[in-house]
């Protein structure tokens, strides 16, 4: 069980382009959703935490215009990178929580999708 | 602060023990996290430890929890090839994680 998905594992786009990446909890429903970013050999940073149905809670420095986060349901949340630059480059991973009080916050991260911007 | 650091390699033989340390920052942090990371892929919810206790045993794994040191260690018993990738603590602190830098464990056979 806790199952999370990311689509694409995988993108490669031209500068300027917008990119929307895609997590899904496929046995379970996630009341919350987070959003990571991590470069070679670092750790995670955290840029945004979404509830269904309410507005993305972005952390200090992630721009909100350029990482539009939509929670539209309870199973899905999507990172849309908006006019992408070489600097977006980068891995980025969702986590997402069912917060069943089993383990207080656990979270259960997705695959991760790598993006190349050329 | 909010740093969680860990050191940032370790290298054993097959077949031995595996201990990765951390130390946390947020004394009142109700759960602490291992996580495995292989190469290009997610992370991976090894265990976790709820504050109130000093040790978690799962097969392999023994998470053990000093709380006085806000020191949390992770021994991975006859350590295997596979287990080899980057095992990142985190501890929960404000309604979101904080990780360390990860240490990357190298199996040699």
């Known amino acids: 069980g806790a199952v999370v998905s990311q689509h694409p594992s995988w993108v490669i786009c031209k500068s300027g382009t917008s990119v929307k990446i895609e997590c899904r909890s496929l046995?379970?429903?996630?009341?919350?959703m987070f959003w990571y970013r991590q470069f070679p050999k670092q750790s995670l940073m955290l840029m945004a935490t979404?509830?269904?149905?309410?507005?993305?809670?972005?952390e200090q420095g992630v721009e909100k215009d350029k990482f539009l986060i939509n929670h539209a349901s309870l199973t899905l949340s999507t990172l849309t990178v908006t006019s992408a630059h070489p600097e977006d480059s980068s891995f980025y991973i969702c986590?997402?929580?069912?917060?069943?009080?089993?383990?207080?916050?656990?979270?259960?991260f997705g695959p991760g999708t790598r993006l190349l911007v050329l | 602060g909010e740093d969680v650091e860990q050191s940032l390699f370790l290298s054993v033989r097959e077949g031995d023990s595996s201990v990765i340390n951390c130390t946390y920052t947020?004394?009142?942090?109700?759960?602490l996290y291992w996580y495995k990371q292989e190469p290009g892929a997610g992370l991976q919810l090894l265990t976790y430890?709820?504050?109130?206790?000093d040790m978690k045993q799962d097969q392999r794994l023994t998470v053990l929890l000093n709380k006085k040191d806000k020191h949390l260690s992770l021994r991975i018993a006859d350590t295997q090839t596979g287990d080899s990738a980057i095992y990142f603590c985190?501890?929960?602190?404000?309604?979101?994680?904080?990780f360390g830098q990860g240490t990357e464990l190298s199996v040699k056979p």
């Open positions: 986590s997402a929580s069912d917060a069943s009080g089993r383990a207080g916050e656990t979270q259960y």
């Open positions: 046995d379970f429903q996630a009341t919350t």
């Open positions: 979404s509830n269904e149905g309410s507005k993305a809670t972005y």
């Open positions: 947020d004394s009142s942090s109700t759960y």
């Open positions: 430890i709820f504050s109130n206790m």
């Open positions: 985190a501890e929960y602190q404000g309604g979101k994680l904080i």
